[in-house]
């Protein structure tokens, strides 16, 4: 339908005023909030990240789409909260002790919230103890840590440990990235996964808590 590609061009270009006037036409013709929101929102999401992958759109790209992708969701929010059900999903992010660099981080996140799912970010500099902690008191469905020195990375494999003798493992899948973190290195240490970039973030997540059961509150 020509009004849901408008709309998902729209996020594609940022281009929230535009954006919000397709989305409260497509609300006054009834057309369901679900499609609005997948087959609009999201669809135009997906290609912000495929080009984002492709070295075609940078990071001020990738802000400026999700904020008109933000502004859509808040739009059609009441219409679809009954209807449409709600990724189940909390997902914990934190940049690990030693190291304060969090601009890739902040973009995961971007993306991750973009999706529907609800972040929680803890910050850089974050101990093993931090993340157990956040990990008993927020209970989420998956806790991605950054590392972006390989003197600081190594402190991950410390943190999954951390995490296993506190037993909770069980009820969390962990994933990894930064710049020297390499799928080999997430084998080594048991992580439940491996991301090179923001957009592939987001497809781990969405792999990782389809193939499992739901493991969030």
Avoid at 87 to 107: E, F, N, Q, S, W
Wanted: proline fraction near 3%; include cysteine; aromatic fraction near 6%.
């Amino acid at each position: 339908m020509k009004i849901l590609k408008d709309i998902a061009l729209c996020v594609e270009k940022g281009d929230s005023a535009a954006l919000k006037e397709l989305i409260h036409k497509a609300l006054a013709e009834e057309l369901p909030a679900e499609n609005i929101l997948y087959s609009g929102l999201i669809a135009g999401m997906e290609s912000v990240g495929l080009k984002f992958k492709r070295n075609e759109i940078f990071i001020p790209e990738v802000l400026i789409a999700s904020r008109a992708m933000k502004a859509g969701m808040e739009l059609i929010r009441g219409s679809f909260i009954h209807r449409v059900q709600k990724r189940p999903a909390t997902i914990l992010l934190g940049t690990v002790k030693g190291d304060i660099h969090d601009l890739g981080k902040r973009i995961v996140g971007t993306f991750l919230e973009s999706w529907g799912y609800e972040v929680r970010d803890i910050g850089v500099d974050v101990s093993k103890e931090q993340i157990v902690e956040a990990v008993r008191k927020e209970k989420p469905a998956v806790v991605g840590l950054s590392a972006l020195l390989t003197t600081t990375m190594i402190y991950i494999g410390d943190i999954i440990e951390a995490v296993r003798e506190a037993g909770l493992k069980q009820k969390v899948k962990i994933i990894i990235g930064g710049a020297p973190v390499t799928q080999t290195f997430a084998y080594e240490v048991r992580a439940d996964g491996y991301s090179p970039d923001a957009a592939s973030a987001v497809e781990l997540v969405n792999s990782l808590l389809k193939k499992g059961r739901k493991i969030n509150k």
